[in-house]
């Protein structure tokens, strides 16, 4: 015999245990994302009251506003170029830890490790003294008579040590990587290398073609993690994006107009042109997904 529908579905006793998770939901996410979105479009320094200004932010944030546009820049730099060799480089590993070595589960683990402990403020603090002007990477030059320089001191160099960390923390697409792998049945393989194929083309047209959906998701996480860095920057700049505003960061920017600056409007308006951002970048690669990913197996 069918139970009675209620108003709540067929057993409203669930909701009483969704309760406390539906609270906490709209008194920690759902009323501070509204709020954001109201503010984003007002004048608010925490100190007056809230004026409307309506677009006013988002038309300063793209028309004037050179700061924005650096920071943009900057991120979109440190994701098109991190996330790629990340990935890349997370494949590389992943393929050469699937082999059959002795005691290669330890190599896992210890490879995984920096994932970590990678955005944390310790690590931070220690790539700032690997690339100092005394650091330890300017010691091993002097091995070879190379004079070294304060990496994250030049301009031109100091975003690429925040890349290089970035392609250090390749844990976990890595561990993922190594998963699909494991699905790939090795009878292909045994069955090209009788036909004649070498390394390269069961790479390319074995191993590739089956991981394409693990790429995939590999490069969404990451795309979409890579928009948030923060803490990296944060720590090695002192907060301030430095030197001239090589390492600003869109997030960090954006901490600086809501936290430092009191512009909780404007950095209201930035989060959610972030938002939008990733939401686009992330539309795109479904819509290219189309055209690479091969979910047949």
């Known amino acids: 015999m069918l139970k009675k529908q209620t108003l709540f579905g067929r057993d409203p006793v669930a909701y009483l245990f969704l309760l406390p998770w539906l609270i906490g939901f709209c008194t920690i996410t759902l009323i501070p994302i509204l709020s954001s ?164 083309s069961r790479f390319f047209r074995i191993t590739v073609p089956m991981l394409t959906p693990i790429i995939f998701f590999n490069v969404v996480m990451q795309f979409i993690s890579s928009f948030q860095a923060f803490t990296p920057a944060f720590i090695i700049s002192n907060g301030s994006g430095g030197p001239i505003d090589s390492t600003l960061f869109y997030t960090l920017y954006l901490y600086e107009q809501g936290f430092v600056n009191f512009k909780m409007g404007y950095a209201s308006a930035m989060a959610w042109f972030l938002l939008f951002m990733i939401a686009s970048m992330t539309a795109l690669l479904f819509l290219s997904a189309k055209k690479w990913v091969n979910y047949d197996r």
């Open 37 to 200: 979105l109201y503010l984003s479009f007002t004048s608010y320094d925490l100190m007056s009251d809230v004026q409307w200004k309506g677009l006013d932010n988002f038309a300063k944030m793209l028309t004037d506003d050179h700061r924005f546009v650096q920071s943009l820049g900057v991120t979109l730099k440190y994701v098109f170029i991190g996330v790629p060799l990340e990935i890349a480089f997370a494949l590389l590993l992943a393929m050469a830890l699937n082999k059959g070595i002795a005691g290669m589960s330890v190599y896992r683990t210890v490879y995984y490790v920096p994932s970590l402990f990678g955005g944390s403020v310790a690590i931070a603090i220690l790539w700032r003294q690997v690339f100092g002007n005394e650091g330890v990477f300017n010691r091993l030059l002097g091995l070879f008579g190379i004079e070294g320089t304060s990496w994250i001191g030049e301009p031109s160099t100091a975003l690429y040590t925040l890349i290089v960390l970035k392609v250090w923390q390749f844990g976990s697409p890595m561990i993922i990587f190594l998963a699909g792998l494991r699905q790939i049945p090795g009878e292909m393989y045994e069955a090209a290398s009788i036909d004649g194929a070498g390394a390269f």
